[in-house]
């Protein structure tokens, strides 16, 4: 286990059995990604929320003004100042990717990468989908990457688990079979 996922996974986790009945955590994690992104892309902001000289109301001040412009709402505003006091909120970013993380097994998707050798249409890229979900039993949630090296159909990353439909493998596979016949 990382130094990160050491403290992230109890954060998302307390977030998540804490939050409100009905909660709307789609709403939570949009708002919360823009924060975060601030927090990551803003090397003065940085500085602020690290400078040991720099008072913890005027850090938890500039931070509740950040919830209200990002349009975090009373909870999620809340479990940005308990990261701040225990000196989390620069991680937030990785926090909320172990949440996201939770919701989607809570919910049963899969988060899949998957690489292509290039551009697929909507059509294509509905068949990739359904093809993983019928193997995986999950739903699916897919982000597309581009490899030209791979030739032709798609690798697909979910966790440890590699589904490699491309070319470039069935000529891996082929090359291992001659060579296995052969005795080369």
Do not use: C
């Not at 937030?92 to 290039?118: C, F, H, S, W, Y």
């Not at 039993?137 to 589904?163: H, Y």
């Amino acid at each position: 286990m990382s130094s990160a996922s050491a403290f992230t996974y109890p954060y998302a986790r307390a977030f998540l059995e804490a939050a409100p009945k009905g909660y709307d955590f789609a709403a939570f994690q949009q708002a919360a990604s823009a924060l975060s992104e601030a927090l990551e892309g803003n090397p003065r902001l940085r500085a602020f929320l690290l400078a040991p000289t720099v008072p913890r109301e005027a850090k938890s001040k500039a931070v509740a003004e950040l919830a209200r412009r990002a349009g975090l709402d009373a909870y999620g505003a809340r479990f940005l100042q308990v990261m701040l006091k225990n000196h989390r909120l620069l991680e937030a970013g990785q926090v909320l990717r172990t949440l996201r993380d939770l919701l989607d097994a809570k919910e049963g998707i899969l988060r899949v990468n998957v690489t292509v050798p290039a551009s697929v249409s909507d059509k294509e890229r509905n068949l990739i989908e359904e093809a993983l979900a019928a193997r995986t039993g999950m739903k699916v949630r897919m982000e597309l990457g581009l490899d030209p090296t791979i030739l032709g159909g798609f690798i697909a990353r979910a966790g440890s688990r590699v589904f490699d439909g491309s070319v470039k493998a069935a000529i891996r596979r082929y090359q291992a079979q001659a060579k296995e016949r052969t005795g080369a």
